[in-house]
Nanobody, 120 residues
Framework: VQLQASGGGVVQAGGSLRLSCAVS????????MDWYRQAPGKQRELVAG???????NYADYVKGRFSISRDSAVNTAYLQMSRLKPEDTAVYYC???????????????WGLGTLVTVSS
């Protein structure tokens, strides 16, 4: 199983970016997919998550600006980021909790991360 995150880049404050996270490999089911971020010198923190029924949750500091969605047909999650601020600058990591087989327990998988830089 691999998670491939993409879509990062450099954007001016107030701009938008869309991140994608594609899951590939042997997958039976995906419980939830999440986006985390880690800024220099800081701990990794949860940004947004979406579970199999489509329910979502967001960190307070991105509510109203970021939107997470998921296309189950292609095992891909998206993070639409709008009204970006310099403090959103970080490496964004994709996470998935999934089962490779029906009778196996769910495991956590991480992508390598994609850098988002917001200039002021």
């Amino acid at each position: 199983v691999q998670l491939q995150a993409s879509g990062g880049g450099v954007v001016q404050a107030g701009g938008s970016l869309r991140l994608s996270c594609a899951v590939s490999g042997s997958i039976y089911s995906i419980n939830n997919m999440d986006w985390y971020r880690q800024a220099p010198g800081k701990q990794r923190e949860l940004v947004a998550g979406i579970i199999s029924d489509g329910s979502t949750n967001y960190a307070d500091y991105v509510k109203g600006r970021f939107s997470i969605s998921r296309d189950s047909a292609v095992n891909t999650a998206y993070l639409q980021m709008s009204r970006l601020k310099p403090e959103d600058t970080a490496v964004y990591y994709c996470h998935a909790s999934l089962k490779e087989r029906l009778r196996l327990p769910a495991k956590d998988y991480w992508g390598l991360g994609t850098l988002v830089t917001v200039s002021s």
